[in-house]
């Protein structure tokens, strides 16, 4: 119930909806044999998805205002089916974070089991975050992704 | 000051996650068919110094059906067992590695594939049949075990499958190799057998929003990779000698005929024999043979003889005579024999699976 106030709240704070608007969509990794002995790797439409697979989760902004916007950070809560798995290639590496408070390389994180802190893994990632320290010219547009696979 | 703001807004948000996803973690190790993976992204930023926010579409699909299974022997050794035994139980288990309930239809087959560690194969069971353990003891128990198919098995969760069968009294049999073929079936329906799961056509396009089948099965001997089907082989071993011992009487000669058409009248000279015989597959060693002389017929001194069974009507085939006292190099010529006055014992070695050796002696009648 509290979380529903919440959002409320945070909707009736947010101004007429915005400038930027984004967009995510999900892709699975397919895996082929290449001529050359590699494996092709190539992203398409996820609809085949059983535990195991690779997926690519992509968020696409663009800024359709006529003003550049500024300090854009886009956060994605990692869906609990899930498990992070790096950034998607040639995507910038996200910020990570165990808990939703506390942003960083995976190598920063700790998890809390008992009176002893451990250092995170991958499983524990919930939510990765991008801030981009460029602002987003009117009419740009970018994307930033990541993978991730299904348990 | 702003940037703090923002992050204050997408911690809220991820709060939220957080709590979301903690509740859901704690399930199954695979992910269930049919759950719907939601994914939103927000967004923040500032445009002439005012802060918004903005949440993304929901791109979703559906985790759809990872068919695989496993089936194990139990064990490790082969069913010892015996000629003619009825219900003779091998052992399997069959676990459930799709991430959805299933069923799973099972079949009992003979096999006549030789396994290293199982022996060559040379009979196949009778009324060969496979039964779930339904009580989940471990243990064959007639009239209690009678499910012939494994009903709504959970992900992950293991059974206990029995193959009975029946040991023909063929002389000459060792090892039956059978097997348990497992054919993941469709779930959801209590008390029924589904249909066998078909895998989705990949040449038709799925869709994110619908639970394909997809079989990702291992492939294994005698199976095919993906196909929705796993085998396990174990095998029905009689190890042990069955020797049976027939008794049979000829007269030889009596005082008025003879040799010729003789009858057993007294003073008549009579023939008993006793063929021993080892229907196998063991080798049966060190046997004797005891038979009291029967009353009213008197011991023929010296008419004991050991050997191979003869044929048509002879008792010894090629054998050995054995005087009648207990000692001496004819005890250990092969064979041996003595009559103590009332009992004559023979002992014989061996006998191979399939021969028969046989034991004669001949008394007169009073």
């Known amino acids: 119930m509290s979380y529903l106030l919440f959002i409320a709240a945070l909707a009736n704070a947010a101004p007429a909806p915005g400038q930027v608007e984004i967009h995510a969509s999900v892709l699975a990794e397919a895996r082929a044999p290449a001529t050359d002995g590699t494996t092709r790797v190539t992203l398409v439409p996820a609809a085949r998805i059983t535990p195991g697979d690779r997926l690519v989760y992509r968020i696409e902004y663009r800024n359709n205002g006529k003003q550049a916007a500024t300090g854009l950070v886009i956060a994605n809560p990692v869906p609990a089916a899930l498990q992070y798995a790096g950034p998607a290639d040639g995507a910038p590496a996200p910020e990570l974070s165990v808990d939703g408070q506390t942003f960083g390389p995976l190598s920063a994180l700790k998890i809390r089991s008992g009176t002893t802190l451990r250092p995170a893994t991958a499983a524990d990632i919930r939510v990765v975050r991008w801030r981009l320290a460029q602002p987003v010219a009117a009419g740009a547009r970018g994307q930033v992704s990541f993978r991730a696979i299904l348990k | ?366």
Do not use: W
Not at chain 2, 99 to 112: G, H
Not at chain 2, 151 to 175: M, R
């Open chain 2, 1 to 366: 000051m702003y940037r703090i703001k923002f992050n204050n807004a997408l911690l809220g948000g991820a709060a939220l996650s957080v709590a979301m996803s903690i509740s859901g973690v704690a399930q199954a190790q695979q992910t269930p068919a049919g759950t719907s993976v939601n994914n939103q992204a927000t967004v923040s930023y500032e445009v002439g110094g005012t802060t918004q926010s903005v949440s993304s579409n929901v791109a979703t699909f559906v985790v759809d059906k990872k068919v695989n299974l496993a089936v194990a022997e139990v064990g490790g050794a082969p069913t010892q067992t015996a000629l003619n035994a009825t219900d003779q139980v091998t052992t399997f288990t069959v676990t459930n590695l799709t991430n959805a309930v299933q069923d799973f239809r099972l079949e009992a087959d003979q096999q006549s594939v030789s396994i290293p560690l199982l022996g060559t194969d040379n009979f196949n069971m009778n009324n060969l049949r496979a039964f779930v353990d339904s009580n989940g003891n471990g243990t064959y128990d007639a009239g209690v075990d009678t499910q012939t198919y494994i009903d709504e098995l959970a992900p992950d969760a293991t059974v206990t499958v029995f193959l009975v069968g029946n040991v023909p009294n063929t002389p000459g049999i060792e090892t039956a190799i059978v097997s348990l073929n497992a054919i993941v079936a469709t779930g959801g329906s209590s008390g029924a057998l589904g249909a066998d799961l078909v895998a989705s056509s990949t040449l038709v396009a799925d869709s994110p929003s619908t639970v394909e089948i997809v079989f990702a099965d291992d492939t294994g001997l005698l199976d095919q990779p993906r196909n929705g089907q796993q085998r396990a082989f174990d095998a029905y071993h009689i190890s042990t000698a069955v020797v049976t011992m027939v008794k049979s009487a000829t007269v030889i000669s009596d005082p008025v005929n003879f040799l010729v058409n003789p009858h057993a009248i007294p003073g008549a000279v009579v023939e008993y024999c006793m063929k021993v015989s080892n229907a196998g597959p063991g080798t049966a060693s060190n046997i004797v043979l005891t038979d009291a002389v029967p009353a009213n017929s008197t011991f023929v001194p010296g008419s004991i003889a050991v050997g191979t069974s003869g044929t048509l009507g002879a008792c010894i085939l090629l054998g050995t005579s054995e005087d009648d006292n207990a000692t001496g190099a004819d005890e250990t010529d092969l064979y041996g024999g003595s009559f103590d006055g009332t009992t004559v014992r023979a002992t014989l070695p061996t006998v191979a699976p399939l021969a028969s050796m046989s034991v004669a002696f001949r008394v007169t009648i009073n």
